[in-house]
């Protein structure tokens, strides 16, 4: 039986290179895992109640949009936080973020553009959902350059005109992961415009955007229509995962123009599947409710103002504006994450497993990336360890 060619190029995932890389060793210490950006803060104390009390919901099918009463609670959550009333027929709930950053592409992209075949750009490192969705809709994923040259963000402006008119659909991560670099309002806007003059899609992933140092990151919506931009020119991803300490609860939404909500929502129909209704019911109480991401938000500036005392003075470090991880300098990540994890068991993601090779250059060879999603001691023991094993 012949399989499709299209996913033969694509790497392993991240995760299972990592086990191929390490788990033939035994740890040099107490493992301490560093790796996956999956929160370990307390969820909100309102969560079990609110389920138990909708247990029910499970013997029903649930709405394949979101209820309305959770999607008011998402737009009203984008009104108080970015002052921009997105209406319900703009927003579709999603199971997490990845589920719609992959199926907005099969349902914005068109198979040709200008009688050629279409591009998806995506930063360099990336989400690797980002490449997969670009291949599954039949365009050329192509990878551009987000290091400490562009200020860790990808600098889109600089591809040839030509190229660009090819491009149906960018994405871009903000505040970034790995990097924690945030988009300011000044790269929005010549992003808008430049998927303007070229007539492509941007999709904003935005799933880091509460987790931030001093201020909170400006998003793609409220630029949008700061500078007039067409809703159907931006799609932007959010989810409860990072904001609410909630992966398990798988979700999300996006927000958009309603002839492309409407494509999404078409397609989820025939292929998707809705979220519970006790978990909407959930997600409707975490998109009403700050208290409990203000906390959590400080305890994450609390890790990396401890980060900034341990790894302070190393050469190339830099912390990061948002998200919650960092992304540090090595001569090569593969030999340093093999190296923590053999002589301390400290256990890391090499940067090169998050990029693609691109003209013979990796921009994730020399790092590695760390998670600060443990307990506070936890991680300082985790970071301290790193520091003397590497840069000691």
């Known amino acids: 039986m012949a399989f499709p060619e299209r996913f033969s190029n694509l790497p392993d995932y991240a995760f299972p290179r990592l086990r191929k890389l390490l788990d033939a060793h035994a740890p040099g210490g107490e493992p301490i895992a560093m790796t996956i950006g999956e929160p370990r803060h307390a969820m909100p104390d309102f969560v079990g109640p609110i389920l138990a009390a909708n247990l029910s919901g499970f013997a029903v099918y649930p709405p394949n949009d979101g209820t309305p009463e959770l999607l008011a609670a998402i737009s009203g959550w984008i009104s108080r936080r970015y002052g921009v009333a997105v209406e319900e027929d703009r927003l579709m709930v999603l199971n997490g973020t990845r589920e719609g950053l992959f199926n907005a592409c099969l349902a914005i992209s068109p198979e040709r553009k200008g009688g050629k075949a279409p591009v998806v750009l995506m930063p360099n490192p990336f989400y690797q959902v980002y490449t997969v969705a670009a291949v599954t809709a039949g365009a050329e994923p192509v990878y551009v350059p987000a290091t400490a040259a562009t200020g860790h963000l990808p600098d889109f402006g600089s591809l040839p005109a030509d190229l660009l008119d090819r491009v149906t659909v960018a994405y871009i991560c903000s505040p970034a992961n790995p990097q924690g670099a945030v988009a300011r309002r000044d790269y929005w806007a010549d992003l ?201």
């Open 192 to 392: 808008l415009a430049l998927a303007e003059k070229h007539d492509f899609v941007i999709f904003a992933d935005e799933c880091y955007s509460e987790i931030w140092r001093s201020a909170p990151p400006p998003g793609v919506l409220e630029v949008a229509a700061q500078v007039g931009a067409d809703p159907e020119r931006v799609f932007a991803f959010h989810s409860l995962s990072k904001r609410s300490n909630l992966p398990g609860l798988r979700s999300g939404f996006v927000a958009g123009g309603r002839e492309g909500i409407a494509r999404i929502r078409k397609l989820r129909a025939f292929a998707g599947a809705p979220l519970p209704l006790p978990l909407q019911r959930v997600a409707e109480a975490c998109w009403s409710d700050e208290a409990h991401v203000a906390a959590s938000r400080a305890l994450y500036q609390e890790k990396f103002a401890l980060a900034d005392r341990i790894l302070a003075g190393m050469q190339g470090y830099q912390s990061p504006e948002g998200g919650f991880f960092l992304w540090l300098p090595v001569p090569d990540g593969e030999a340093a994450a093999l190296k923590l994890w053999r002589e301390t068991g400290v256990r890391v993601l090499p940067g090169a497993y998050l990029s693609r090779d691109v003209g013979g250059e990796n921009p994730g060879k020399g790092y590695i990336r760390v998670a600060l999603v443990a307990p506070k001691d936890e991680m300082q023991r985790g970071l301290t360890t790193l520091r003397d094993c590497l840069y000691g």
